[in-house]
């Protein structure tokens, strides 16, 4: 069965950090962009993090930009994101997903693959 499987989220008090983990299963994530969404209550999902596993290329949204950074354990097939000085905003649910096209991964348009999503919730 192919699928994409979130974890590493959690309670954590503003200034702390976490570390979310995307595995694949039933396929390979050497050919895909592996990226990283979230939406909060109310709000529109929106991109965090995009990492292309051909080259190495990264995005990050603005907001995220110095805090987060995303890479590959190649040992494991897993992508990470490791988030640092979170924030209460940054409080939401965040998806894996991968594709093949770099492009609709950015956008979060017609994205192959998607996660069931890992709660983050940032609060003292």
């Known amino acids: 069965q192919v699928q994409l499987v979130e974890s590493g989220g959690g309670l954590v008090q503003p200034g702390g950090s976490l570390r979310l983990s995307c595995a694949a299963s039933?396929?390979?994530?050497?050919?895909?962009?592996i990226g990283w969404f979230r939406q909060a209550p109310g709000k529109e999902r929106e991109g965090v993090s995009c990492?292309?596993?051909?080259?190495?290329?990264?995005y990050y949204a603005d907001s995220v930009k110095g805090r987060f950074t995303i890479s590959r354990d190649n040992a494991k097939d897993t992508v990470l994101l490791q988030m640092n000085s979170l924030k209460p905003e940054d409080t939401a649910v965040y998806y894996c997903?991968?594709?093949?096209?770099?492009?609709?991964?950015?956008?979060?348009?017609?994205?192959?693959?998607w996660g069931k999503g890992a709660l983050v919730t940032v609060s003292s």
């Open positions: 039933g396929f390979t994530l050497d050919y895909y962009a």
């Open positions: 997903a991968a594709d093949q096209n770099w492009y609709a991964l950015v956008s979060g348009t017609g994205v192959t693959y």
């Open positions: 990492f292309s596993s051909s080259d190495g290329v990264t």
